[in-house]
Protein backbone atom coordinates (compact mmCIF):
# COMPACT_ATOMS: atom_id res chain seq x y z
CA UNK A 1 0.00 0.00 0.00
CA UNK A 2 1.04 2.81 -0.90
CA UNK A 3 1.80 5.61 2.58
CA UNK A 4 -0.13 9.25 1.95
CA UNK A 5 0.71 10.35 5.25
CA UNK A 6 2.90 10.10 8.87
CA UNK A 7 0.92 11.39 11.39
CA UNK A 8 1.95 11.83 15.31
CA UNK A 9 -0.21 9.15 16.06
CA UNK A 10 -1.52 6.73 12.70
CA UNK A 11 -0.36 6.74 9.72
CA UNK A 12 -2.48 7.10 6.60
CA UNK A 13 -2.39 4.06 3.30
CA UNK A 14 -4.24 4.46 -0.10
CA UNK A 15 -6.44 1.11 -0.70
CA UNK A 16 -6.72 -0.12 -4.13
CA UNK A 17 -10.94 0.37 -3.77
CA UNK A 18 -10.66 4.28 -3.47
CA UNK A 19 -10.66 4.12 0.12
CA UNK A 20 -8.06 5.28 2.96
CA UNK A 21 -6.73 2.75 5.98
CA UNK A 22 -5.46 4.58 9.13
CA UNK A 23 -2.92 2.55 10.93
CA UNK A 24 -2.95 3.16 14.16
CA UNK A 25 0.30 3.51 16.84
CA UNK A 26 0.92 3.81 20.36
CA UNK A 27 2.33 6.99 20.44
CA UNK A 28 -0.01 10.18 22.24
CA UNK A 29 0.42 13.38 22.61
CA UNK A 30 1.92 14.84 25.91
CA UNK A 31 5.02 16.44 26.88
CA UNK A 32 7.92 15.19 29.13
CA UNK A 33 5.54 11.53 29.56
CA UNK A 34 3.05 13.22 30.48
CA UNK A 35 -0.52 12.73 28.55
CA UNK A 36 -2.02 15.77 27.03
CA UNK A 37 -4.47 15.64 24.57
CA UNK A 38 -3.95 19.39 23.90
CA UNK A 39 -0.19 19.45 22.83
CA UNK A 40 1.28 19.28 19.66
CA UNK A 41 3.93 17.23 19.48
CA UNK A 42 4.60 13.11 21.03
CA UNK A 43 5.28 13.60 24.17
CA UNK A 44 4.97 9.47 25.34
CA UNK A 45 3.92 6.20 23.66
CA UNK A 46 1.96 4.11 25.99
CA UNK A 47 1.63 0.04 24.55
CA UNK A 48 -1.49 -1.32 23.47
CA UNK A 49 -3.11 2.51 23.24
CA UNK A 50 -3.17 2.63 19.43
CA UNK A 51 -5.85 -0.83 19.44
CA UNK A 52 -7.50 1.19 22.37
CA UNK A 53 -7.79 4.22 20.40
CA UNK A 54 -9.19 2.28 17.61
CA UNK A 55 -11.76 0.30 19.83
CA UNK A 56 -13.04 3.80 21.22
CA UNK A 57 -13.25 5.15 17.40
CA UNK A 58 -14.93 1.86 16.33
CA UNK A 59 -17.76 2.56 19.67
CA UNK A 60 -18.44 6.47 18.91
CA UNK A 61 -18.68 5.89 15.45
CA UNK A 62 -21.33 3.61 15.60
CA UNK A 63 -22.80 5.43 17.80
CA UNK A 64 -22.93 8.65 15.47
CA UNK A 65 -24.53 6.65 12.82
CA UNK A 66 -27.36 5.46 14.77
CA UNK A 67 -27.89 9.50 15.34
CA UNK A 68 -28.09 10.06 12.24
CA UNK A 69 -24.11 11.72 11.80
CA UNK A 70 -21.95 10.89 8.80
CA UNK A 71 -18.49 10.34 9.46
CA UNK A 72 -15.93 8.82 7.32
CA UNK A 73 -15.98 5.63 9.20
CA UNK A 74 -16.67 2.24 6.86
CA UNK A 75 -15.06 -0.74 8.83
CA UNK A 76 -12.06 -1.62 11.54
CA UNK A 77 -9.56 -4.63 12.20
CA UNK A 78 -8.69 -4.30 15.72
CA UNK A 79 -6.06 -6.81 15.77
CA UNK A 80 -3.79 -5.31 13.31
CA UNK A 81 -5.23 -1.55 14.30
CA UNK A 82 -6.34 -0.60 11.20
CA UNK A 83 -9.49 1.13 10.22
CA UNK A 84 -10.78 1.34 6.62
CA UNK A 85 -11.97 5.37 5.85
CA UNK A 86 -13.73 6.94 2.93
CA UNK A 87 -11.48 9.81 1.30
CA UNK A 88 -11.85 13.11 2.78
CA UNK A 89 -9.81 16.14 2.03
CA UNK A 90 -8.88 18.13 4.69
CA UNK A 91 -8.61 21.85 5.44
CA UNK A 92 -5.86 23.29 3.99
CA UNK A 93 -3.04 21.46 5.21
CA UNK A 94 -5.01 19.77 8.07
CA UNK A 95 -7.11 21.26 10.91
CA UNK A 96 -7.99 20.71 14.38
CA UNK A 97 -11.45 21.38 16.14
CA UNK A 98 -11.11 21.44 19.69
CA UNK A 99 -14.36 21.50 21.87
CA UNK A 100 -14.13 22.63 25.43
CA UNK A 101 -16.06 22.14 27.86
CA UNK A 102 -14.08 23.25 30.88
CA UNK A 103 -11.30 25.70 30.70
CA UNK A 104 -7.94 23.72 31.44
CA UNK A 105 -5.02 22.86 29.69
CA UNK A 106 -3.72 25.03 26.93
CA UNK A 107 -6.78 27.14 26.92
CA UNK A 108 -5.36 28.18 30.78
CA UNK A 109 -1.75 28.79 29.30
CA UNK A 110 -2.86 31.23 27.04
CA UNK A 111 -5.92 33.21 29.08
CA UNK A 112 -5.74 32.31 32.87
CA UNK A 113 -5.12 35.60 33.65
CA UNK A 114 -9.00 35.64 32.95
CA UNK A 115 -9.99 32.38 33.64
CA UNK A 116 -9.49 29.62 36.46
CA UNK A 117 -8.59 26.20 35.63
CA UNK A 118 -11.62 23.85 36.36
CA UNK A 119 -14.43 26.79 35.60
CA UNK A 120 -17.23 25.30 33.01
CA UNK A 121 -17.96 26.72 29.48
CA UNK A 122 -21.36 26.33 29.46
CA UNK A 123 -22.63 25.40 25.80
CA UNK A 124 -18.69 24.23 25.00
CA UNK A 125 -16.56 26.63 23.31
CA UNK A 126 -14.96 25.67 19.96
CA UNK A 127 -12.07 26.19 18.69
CA UNK A 128 -9.39 25.38 15.54
CA UNK A 129 -5.82 25.42 15.07
CA UNK A 130 -3.74 24.18 12.01
CA UNK A 131 -1.74 21.22 12.03
CA UNK A 132 2.33 22.78 11.70
CA UNK A 133 3.94 21.76 14.47
CA UNK A 134 7.07 24.51 14.21
CA UNK A 135 4.72 27.05 14.40
CA UNK A 136 2.89 25.30 17.57
CA UNK A 137 -0.25 24.29 15.68
CA UNK A 138 -1.60 28.31 16.20
CA UNK A 139 -4.81 29.05 16.55
CA UNK A 140 -7.49 30.03 13.68
CA UNK A 141 -10.90 31.60 13.78
CA UNK A 142 -13.90 30.79 11.29
CA UNK A 143 -13.31 34.26 9.90
CA UNK A 144 -9.43 33.73 9.22
CA UNK A 145 -10.59 30.37 7.63
CA UNK A 146 -12.70 32.16 4.87
CA UNK A 147 -10.06 35.21 4.11
CA UNK A 148 -7.63 32.28 4.04
CA UNK A 149 -9.28 30.28 1.47
CA UNK A 150 -9.70 27.47 3.69
CA UNK A 151 -13.32 27.04 3.94
CA UNK A 152 -16.98 28.84 3.47
CA UNK A 153 -18.55 30.63 6.13
CA UNK A 154 -21.18 27.86 5.29
CA UNK A 155 -18.32 25.23 5.91
CA UNK A 156 -17.60 26.45 9.44
CA UNK A 157 -20.71 27.27 10.86
CA UNK A 158 -21.60 22.85 9.68
CA UNK A 159 -18.32 22.02 11.52
CA UNK A 160 -19.20 24.37 14.68
CA UNK A 161 -22.90 22.63 14.53
CA UNK A 162 -21.38 19.15 14.15
CA UNK A 163 -18.16 19.77 16.96
CA UNK A 164 -21.10 20.82 19.85
CA UNK A 165 -23.53 18.15 18.62
CA UNK A 166 -21.15 15.08 18.42
CA UNK A 167 -19.56 16.54 21.74
CA UNK A 168 -22.72 16.38 23.84
CA UNK A 169 -23.79 12.88 22.13
CA UNK A 170 -20.14 11.37 23.63
CA UNK A 171 -20.17 13.61 26.87
CA UNK A 172 -23.76 12.58 27.81
CA UNK A 173 -22.34 8.78 27.33
CA UNK A 174 -19.50 9.29 29.87
CA UNK A 175 -22.24 10.69 32.31
CA UNK A 176 -23.93 7.56 32.08
CA UNK A 177 -20.94 5.61 33.81
CA UNK A 178 -19.72 8.58 36.28
CA UNK A 179 -17.43 10.79 33.74
CA UNK A 180 -16.89 13.91 33.09
CA UNK A 181 -15.62 14.93 29.74
CA UNK A 182 -13.42 18.35 29.80
CA UNK A 183 -12.60 18.78 26.40
CA UNK A 184 -12.29 16.75 23.35
CA UNK A 185 -10.40 16.70 20.07
CA UNK A 186 -11.58 15.99 16.08
CA UNK A 187 -10.52 16.52 13.01
CA UNK A 188 -12.61 17.55 10.15
CA UNK A 189 -12.75 17.14 6.22
CA UNK A 190 -15.20 17.20 3.48
CA UNK A 191 -16.11 14.36 1.05
CA UNK A 192 -18.65 15.94 -1.97
CA UNK A 193 -18.30 18.85 -0.86
CA UNK A 194 -19.90 17.60 2.62
CA UNK A 195 -17.97 18.24 5.71
CA UNK A 196 -18.17 15.44 7.63
CA UNK A 197 -15.90 14.05 10.60
CA UNK A 198 -12.64 12.85 10.04
CA UNK A 199 -9.78 10.46 11.50
CA UNK A 200 -10.50 9.49 14.91
CA UNK A 201 -13.10 9.75 18.72
CA UNK A 202 -9.88 8.39 20.26
CA UNK A 203 -9.35 8.21 24.06
CA UNK A 204 -6.30 9.59 23.38
CA UNK A 205 -7.82 12.66 21.90
CA UNK A 206 -9.89 13.54 25.16
CA UNK A 207 -9.77 14.70 28.60
CA UNK A 208 -11.76 13.30 30.94
CA UNK A 209 -12.14 13.47 34.97
CA UNK A 210 -13.99 11.19 37.17
CA UNK A 211 -14.34 13.50 40.66
CA UNK A 212 -11.18 14.91 40.80
CA UNK A 213 -8.18 12.50 38.70
CA UNK A 214 -8.04 12.62 35.00
CA UNK A 215 -8.34 9.10 33.67
CA UNK A 216 -5.64 7.87 31.65
CA UNK A 217 -6.64 6.76 28.00
CA UNK A 218 -5.91 2.87 28.29
CA UNK A 219 -8.14 3.13 31.62
CA UNK A 220 -11.22 5.06 29.91
CA UNK A 221 -11.09 2.87 27.26
CA UNK A 222 -11.72 0.02 29.51
CA UNK A 223 -14.42 2.12 31.10
CA UNK A 224 -16.15 3.04 28.20
CA UNK A 225 -16.41 -0.69 26.61
CA UNK A 226 -16.53 -2.90 29.48
CA UNK A 227 -19.72 -1.40 31.57
Not at 58 to 65: E, H
Not at 134 to 151: C, F, H, I, Q, S
Not at 185 to 208: P, Q, T, W
Amino acid sequence: MKKLYEGKTKDVYALENGNVMLKFKDDCTGKDGVFDPGENSVGLTIEGIGKENLKTSIYYFDMLKEAGIKTHYVSADVENATMEVLPGKVFGHGLEVICRLVATGSFIRRYGEYIEDGTVLEGGYVECTFKNDAKGDPLVTGEGLAALGVMSPAMFESMKEQTLKITKIIADDLKTIGLDLWDIKFEFGYNNDEVILIDEIASGNMRVYKGDTIVEPVELTKLILNR
